[in-house]
């Protein structure tokens, strides 16, 4: 009977056994980073004396596949949930007509009925998405090629 032997395929196959896991951790590692930059230029966009921007908080989804810029859970603003007034500094809001002697002092407000909207996570998602999606990929290949070429990275 003949055999053959083929040198160094145990290690391929334990190379590319591995490679899953090597992919998850690269993503997990890109998501942490790419939320600091997200929340930093949220908070930028925010702007204001930072009590809002304070509260905001990024956060990687549970299966490390993809990480969101959100208010802080459980957290309070002058009486209010941190996600009520982030909400309403992104879209608007409606302003209370104002009545009696307060119409008279406050005549520019009584005439608008909404507030416009920051729009700051929109405005942060449109802007660096792209960005961001390009560095991910070029950062997560180079991991794995580094991975496959056996270096550490």
Do not use: C, W
Request: charged share 30%.
């Amino acid at each position: 009977m003949q055999s053959l032997e083929i040198d160094g395929l145990k290690e391929v196959i334990q190379t590319l056994e591995t490679t899953p896991e090597v992919i998850r951790q690269a993503r997990a590692e890109f998501f942490d980073e790419t939320g600091e930059v997200l929340l930093e230029a949220v908070q930028r966009h925010i702007g204001g004396s930072g009590r809002v921007a304070g509260v905001q908080e990024s956060h990687v989804g549970s299966g490390k596949g993809y990480v969101a810029v959100r208010p802080m859970a459980k957290t309070n603003l002058d009486g209010y949930a941190a996600g009520y007034i982030t909400n309403a500094l992104e879209n608007g809001h409606a302003v209370r007509p104002a009545s009696g002697k307060a119409k008279k002092k406050r005549r520019s407000r009584a005439k608008a009925n909404r507030v416009q909207g920051k729009y700051m996570y929109r405005n942060t998602g449109q802007q660096e998405a792209k960005r961001a999606a390009e560095e991910g990929a070029r950062i997560i290949e180079a991991k794995i090629l580094a991975h496959m070429e056996g270096r550490s990275v």
